[in-house]
């Protein structure tokens, strides 16, 4: 007999771990780890998944009271090594093992099953996503002798088409009128053949960006010599340790990964890339293909769900050996990864924000550690936590390596970067939106017939309305937070939760303050929509002006056909939030100017600098990346802050000893409709927790606390702390102070290990 340890799909603290049952001889064939099953749990049947099965039977159990698995309900999305994974996020981001399993299965697959009729096996619901077959057809050699009847036009029409190659049989009914029953009638007669081929969506489309190109250079520099050394020496040694490419921006990070994927491709193991925005994805298929072909499968959130599906089982299948993707690509079932490159391995997107909170770069360095592969993270600022770790050189038994790439290849430089006083121009006269020099630089640029990047982490035509007789700000009645005004729809929307209001501001006759009744409620902040109006105002006429932000992008492939505009266009000028700043390669940018460079350093948050530099450090090295000298113009109200000295001169010395990577940091968040009891039941976290570490060294609790958005959707928001020593199972402590409390009526709770987010 055959024991399944299964996890049950079942959205509650109480019931986690797994679960053991026995395996009848009818399942012993198809069950794998991996296999998502149907067992009985009490009076009722529930969905799970395994995660191992052994032959002992369970210790302490009865092997006869043991009861058996009821059906098989999917392949194996996962294997062995992936469950163990699994385990390790459960335990480290303190979530239930069932959400830790939930990323390694197929796109679309859900929890619920049906039956088509009573009586008949239970059915897994997919969303949409399973395999598609063509049908195809082609003449057979009996073809030559036929010869249609002649008041059968259809089944001409179809041979003539036929002749040239064989098709689908939807492309044929799409130009000839009855073709199906054409074919039909013609396979019947040994003509024509129909086969079914299986129908791969979400492939590679067509682009124009030429900077989706990857030509292998005619040399490598020795930072990128000794960079594929170290990498090539991680690879061979298969124990998981990981190499931080250091390398200034345009210094030719992605040559790199190309030439180790190589060379993991030849060692007949596979690849697996992850690139921190979507609007990458796009430029950075374009060159892996452009070297590896159709061994590459894309993943990210903008495909269908039948694209996911498509490209995921591709891998599964073992037909796509090099995975390209966002976060969640981490997640795909390549049975011998011999590489995991993380791309730009500084950025928050690679934290997750939903159960399970891990971070990508964690979960890889655990996953690289489990398969024996190496893991290469890349960044031209890479995030403390991974310096502080290449400094020590080890970290929870894997050996870090850090290997710096301090120059561009061949005539490109890193841009002169000037930080311009916004509060000496206020004082000077100056109203724009542009300082006086980067309204200067913009047209000289566009006059030389080259490309500018201006970058405004805000979107909407201004940051809000206020009252300038009262002062009001419009507010979110459901959220915390003062709505944004975007001019092209004349709305307020809130960014929280996503409602919005008719609202005109001043001079529109109609427009007045929600308080005292005055019509003087005028715009404040600057928005994208704003900078690309005053922009075609001081640029001369025929200049394109490109805005690419979350208004712009909402459609499917909008980041492409935005891109591919920009890259187009003789002489243009892309406005744009932080979705612009990093990864993209356009030689003929020879100005970067940011709008407002203050507006992280305002957050309540203790990675503000850290991220400031990272984010302006990133745009800057959009600019010079060609044989033209570039220049960066930086615009701050607060010109004396060490970020912005840092960036000006292109060093990042920047640390904050007490938090992250100094010690860990835990954020247990609660929420409820009733602000009294999600107090007391926050409260009550805080206390256990206090409990719980008493009399450990390095350990600290805040709160509670109101959340900085103290109230979302609704829902009054509170928050407790909790900082730890950098080698503390943080995971383990707070997993089971949440655990401990239950599920309080009416709150609800989640628990983030290593935040990021104190919002």
């Not at 009729?117 to 619901?125: F, K, N």
């Not at 044929?172 to 040994?190: D, Q, W």
């Not at 208004?551 to 591919?564: F, N, P, S, V």
Request: hydrophobic share 40%.
């Amino acid at each position: 007999m055959i024991y399944a340890s299964v996890v049950l799909d079942i959205p509650t603290r109480a019931i986690d771990g797994a679960f053991d049952y026995a395996l009848p001889p009818e399942l012993a064939d198809t069950v794998r780890v991996g296999s998502t099953v149907l067992v009985p749990l009490g009076n009722r049947q529930v969905v799970g998944y395994v995660v191992a099965l052994s032959e002992e039977p369970p210790a302490g159990i009865d092997p006869a009271k043991t009861k058996p698995v009821s059906q098989d309900l999917a392949a194996p999305a996962f294997d062995e090594g992936a469950a163990a994974v699994a385990r390790w996020m459960a335990r480290e981001y303190a979530c239930p093992l069932a959400d830790a399993v939930r990323p390694f299965l197929a796109p679309g697959q859900k929890v619920k099953v049906v039956r088509d009729a009573p009586g008949e096996p239970w059915r897994l619901v997919q969303d949409s996503t399973g395999a598609v077959d063509e049908r195809w057809a082609g003449l057979t050699p009996a073809a030559a002798d036929f010869a249609p009847k002649k008041n059968a036009p259809r089944q001409r029409a179809v041979i003539e088409a036929l002749a040239q190659g064989p098709q689908r049989v939807a492309e044929l009914a799409a130009t000839i009128p009855g073709a199906v029953s054409a074919v039909t009638a013609l396979a019947k007669r040994g003509v024509v053949a129909v086969e079914t081929r299986r129908h791969v969506r979400g492939g590679a489309e067509a682009t124009s960006l030429s900077s989706a190109q990857a030509p292998r250079p005619k040399q490598l520099t020795a930072g990128q010599k000794a960079a594929l050394a170290v990498i090539d020496a991680a690879l061979e040694a298969g124990a998981g340790d990981v190499v931080l490419v250091d390398g200034v921006t345009g210094s030719g990070k992605t040559e790199v990964y190309l030439d180790a994927i190589e060379h993991a491709l030849a060692a007949g193991r596979g690849a697996l890339v992850l690139v921190p925005e979507i609007s990458l994805t796009a430029q950075t298929v374009g060159r892996f293909r452009s070297r590896f072909g159709d061994d590459v499968a894309v993943l990210h959130s903008r495909l269908s769900a039948g694209e996911r599906f498509d490209q995921w089982d591709l891998v599964r299948q073992g037909e796509a050996r090099v995975v390209v993707g966002a976060r969640s690509a981490l997640f795909a079932p390549l049975a011998d990864p011999g590489l995991i490159i993380i791309d730009e391995e500084h950025e928050g997107s690679y934290k997750q924000d939903k159960s399970p909170r891990y971070h990508a770069r964690e979960v890889a360095a655990r996953m690289a550690r489990e398969r024996g592969c190496a893991l290469v993270l890349g960044s031209a600022t890479p995030s403390l936590e991974s310096l502080g770790r290449c400094r020590d050189g080890e970290y929870r038994g894997v050996k870090w390596t850090r290997v710096a790439m301090p120059e561009r290849p061949g005539a490109s430089r890193l841009p002169e970067v000037r930080v311009i006083d916004m509060a000496e121009q206020f004082r000077g006269g100056g109203r724009s939106v542009f300082s006086a020099p980067l309204a200067d630089a913009l047209r000289e640029t566009v006059g030389r017939g080259e490309k500018a990047v201006l970058m405004l982490n805000r979107r909407g035509f201004a940051n809000f309305l206020m009252c300038r007789e009262c002062g009001c700000v419009p507010e979110c009645p459901h959220c915390s937070c003062a709505l944004t005004y975007h001019e092209r729809g004349h709305s307020l929307v809130c960014h929280t939760c996503g409602r919005c209001w008719p609202v005109r501001a001043y001079p529109d006759p109609s427009c007045s303050c929600p308080n005292c009744g005055s019509r003087y409620m005028g715009a404040y902040g600057v928005g994208t929509q704003r900078v690309e109006d005053e922009l075609r105002m001081i640029l001369p006429e025929g200049v394109q002006v490109i805005r690419m932000d979350a208004d712009t992008t909402r459609a499917k492939g909008a980041h492409q056909k935005l891109l591919e505009a920009f890259d187009a266009a003789d002489s243009a000028v892309l406005v744009g939030t932080q979705m612009i700043a990093k990864g993209l390669d356009f030689p003929e940018v020879t100005l970067v100017g940011v709008i407002n460079a203050d507006t992280m350093l305002k957050l309540p948050d203790f990675r503000a600098a850290e991220r400031t530099y990272d984010l302006l450090e990133q745009v800057a090295g959009r600019a010079g990346r060609g044989e033209r000298p570039g220049q960066v113009i930086v615009q701050t109200y607060w010109a004396t802050h060490p970020a912005m000295r840092a960036v000006e001169g292109h060093d990042r010395e920047l640390e904050d000893a007490g938090y992250p990577p100094f010690s860990r940091l835990g954020n247990v968040v609660l929420w409820g409709r009733s602000d009294k009891d999600t107090r007391a039941a926050s409260a009550k976290v805080a206390e256990t927790i206090r409990e719980n570490v008493t009399g450990q060294a390095g350990w600290e609790v805040l709160g509670p606390t109101d959340c900085v958005k103290a109230r979302a959707k609704d829902f009054f928001r509170r928050h407790v702390m909790v900082k730890a020593p950098v080698d503390a199972d943080l995971g383990g402590v707070l997993g089971a102070a949440a655990a401990s409390l239950g599920a309080p009526k009416g709150i609800n709770m989640s628990v983030d290990i290593d935040a990021y987010d104190m919002m």
